[in-house]
């Protein structure tokens, strides 16, 4: 089996790396952090994510995996870089520049390069392909292969959908394609369907964009619903009912770094046609300053105000706070004065320090419920009641039991509800 370098050792290269190292290919996993670099040499992992653990210590001990701070020679480079925002809502290539040019000293004809970092549609012709001819003096689809496939899966769950799930491969050229399925064949349980690089790159955008879309209708409607004084949790659900309507769920903002990045890069590269998307990306990305103001009104009237924020994560039963829209609900409020107390039981990366569960409610006048992690459901209302000052909750994720915390002497607010 070839020897294969992953460049970037996150949420997505550590999983692929430890996934191809157990299926035998002698892998390579290099990242800049000399940090995340020893964790990994020694069996361990600074992510979060079932089962994850395991496959790397196993793959660690088994000689099929080590990871560096350089690439080396190799057969395959695989790049699972970050693709953030920069601050005017642009994408920041900036890393899938610098590991181009790390692997492009490594790089010999017959190779393969795979983009697996989400990228704006073009990247691979436009941007990559060019680099390394540059850097190299090779010819992209003939001294070497080169490919763009995207990953497809959830955290919680990347592990499994990183075999099980179907997985797009867009070459430079349609022999390029082919190379890279070959590597994919290895571990890929679902479809593997070949296209060209600009195209994959599209789909992955847009699979991103059409949640973000829906996540955006969901978010409106809810707003709409509480004019209404009707509850949107109870129309959204008969709605689905139809066999053709799938509404998602409300809720306070989108984080993560797909669904409330990808929809950009479209907006970036066709600001005057992407106005549909441009709206969805404004109405998401409006939602933290609602929920802002609805609990500066239930707190009003209330001298040296103190909230208790549950959930950090950008999303239940995770650990990962990057562009969850509860870190801005959290600067929001302390902006305006107010203490907030935040407590989360998973995520390991907030950019403030966390409380315990008590900790968080002692003295509390708002329970603001943010993330929807299975552990929020256990949380008695008795023994909120009885450290908490005030009697107020407001339920961004329409998680809790409303009438047992009403049952406790608590005003319960859910968003999307006007009752």
Not at 300 to 319: Q, R
Not at 363 to 383: E, K, M
Request: proline share 6%; charged share 25%.
């Amino acid at each position: 089996m070839a020897d294969i370098c992953v460049l970037g050792l996150g949420y997505i290269g550590l999983p692929t790396a430890s996934v191809l190292a157990s299926g035998g290919h002698g892998v390579l996993g290099v990242d800049i952090d000399a940090g995340i670099v020893a964790t990994v040499n020694a069996g361990g992992i600074h992510i979060e994510e079932p089962g994850l653990r395991t496959v790397v210590n196993a793959a660690i001990h088994s000689g099929n995996l080590r990871a560096a701070t350089a690439p080396e020679p190799s057969e395959v480079f695989i790049i699972a870089v970050p693709t953030p925002l920069a601050e005017n809502k642009r994408a920041d290539l900036s890393y899938v520049r610098h590991a181009a040019q790390e692997l492009a000293a490594c790089l010999k004809p017959g190779d393969l390069v795979i983009l697996e970092s989400t990228s704006p549609p073009g990247t691979t012709r436009d941007l990559l392909a060019p680099m390394l001819a540059e850097a190299t003096g090779l010819k992209p689809g003939e001294d070497f292969h080169l490919a763009h496939c995207p990953e497809r899966v959830m955290p919680g769950r990347i592990l499994k959908e990183l075999i099980e799930n179907d997985r797009v491969v867009g070459g430079f050229t349609p022999a390029c394609a082919e190379r890279a399925r070959d590597v994919y064949a290895s571990f890929v349980e679902g479809k593997i369907i070949l296209t060209d690089a600009t195209t994959a790159e599209m789909v992955k955008v847009l699979e991103n964009t059409y949640r973000d879309v829906n996540i955006a209708l969901a978010n409106e409607a809810a707003l709409l619903c509480e004019e209404l004084r009707i509850d949107f949790a109870e129309v959204g659900a008969l709605a689905n009912r139809h066999p053709r309507v799938h509404l998602h769920k409300p809720g306070p903002g989108v984080g993560g770094h797909c669904i409330s990045v990808d929809p950009w890069f479209l907006v970036e590269r066709f600001p005057e046609n992407a106005r549909l998307i441009r709206h969805a990306r404004e109405r998401n990305d409006a939602m933290p300053e609602h929920v802002i103001a609805e609990t500066l009104r239930m707190l009003a009237g209330v001298e040296s105000p103190c909230v208790a924020v549950l959930g950090v994560a950008f999303k239940g039963n995770v650990d990962d706070t990057r562009e969850s829209p509860a870190i801005d609900i959290v600067a929001g409020l302390r902006d305006r004065g107010v203490e907030v107390r935040p407590h989360d039981p998973l995520a390991r990366r907030a950019p403030f320090e966390l409380a315990d569960l008590d900790t968080a409610l002692r003295g509390a006048d708002v329970l603001l419920l943010l993330t929807d992690h299975d552990a929020f459901r256990a949380i008695a209302p008795d023994h909120a009641a009885r450290l908490m000052r005030g009697r107020c909750v407001y339920d961004t994720r329409s998680l809790l039991n409303r009438p047992a915390w009403e049952a406790e002497g608590f005003t319960v607010q859910v968003l999307g509800s006007g009752r």
